[in-house]
């Protein structure tokens, strides 16, 4: 079964660079029609679409977002990179990846999430 | 990009009908079939419930059912039931340069 889980810091300081990784099993993004995308949630508020990554590392990402986002992919160790520059409070969300089910457009299994807190 | 609009709630008491409604442009929900539709409960990841519109991935009750018409998406909880309580959040794919975007989302309250 696919699964995914976050990993990274819980607690970032201002101006700092986040980078999360996703990693992920039951699926290999080496094969064609497979895309893990992230996706995030401030405390109490709606889900946010960040990045996505394809199996020919084709990259898309949130227009708002873009010039601060970086997505990669490791296919060996079946994971997936997000960088995220000069964080700010505002950036305090619990971020999640999700597996993105490319015929249909949509995500549909997810990992746990991971809360990341901004503050100095 | 904008989100897309949701009511920030809706309500029904157990047995009934709620339906959520899903407000975007012709540049996203109205422009595809790529509307889904994702239940969170407190604390947890969020779930696929609908997706393609109308569809229900596998082991999803069929008392969700989803619909669209121009540029506004629709969910329907039928016979409503206590663990259907929970936030729920539409999306839509919006092409090649927005290319994805959620809804404000809605809590769905059983009474």
């Known amino acids: 079964q696919i699964t995914l889980k976050e990993s990274g810091p819980t607690l970032v300081k201002p101006t700092q660079t986040l980078t999360l990784t996703c990693t992920f099993s039951?699926?290999?993004?080496?094969?064609?029609?497979?895309?893990v995308g992230w996706i995030r949630q401030p405390p109490g508020k709606a889900l946010e679409w960040l990045a996505l990554?394809?199996?020919?590392?084709?990259?898309r990402y949130s227009p708002s977002l873009k010039s601060r986002l970086t997505i990669t992919k490791d296919t060996s160790k079946n994971q997936v990179v997000l960088t995220m520059t000069n964080m700010d409070p505002v950036d305090t969300a619990t971020y999640y990846c999700?597996?993105?089910?490319?015929?249909?457009?949509?995500?549909?299994?997810w990992g746990q999430g991971t809360l990341v807190t901004v503050s100095s | 990009q904008s989100a897309l609009t949701q009511p920030p709630s809706a309500s029904g008491s157990p047995g009934q009908s709620v339906t959520i409604s899903c407000t975007g442009t012709?540049?996203?929900?109205?422009?595809?079939?790529?509307v889904s539709w994702y239940q969170q409960h407190p604390g947890k990841a969020p779930k696929l419930m609908i997706y393609?519109?109308?569809k229900r991935p596998s082991g999803v009750p069929d008392r969700f059912s989803g619909s669209k018409s121009g540029n506004t998406a629709s969910l329907t909880v039928s016979g409503l039931q206590a663990e259907d309580e929970a936030d729920y959040y539409c999306?839509?794919?919006?092409?090649?340069?927005?290319?994805?975007?959620f809804g404000t989302g809605t809590k769905v309250t059983v009474l």
């Open positions: 999700a597996h993105w089910w490319v015929p249909s457009r949509c995500f549909d299994y």
């Open positions: 990554i394809y199996w020919n590392d084709d990259k």
């Open positions: 393609e519109v109308s």
């Open positions: 999306s839509s794919y919006a092409g090649s340069n927005t290319y994805y975007v």
């Open positions: 039951g699926f290999s993004l080496s094969t064609s029609g497979v895309g």
């Open positions: 012709s540049s996203d929900v109205g422009g595809y079939n790529y």
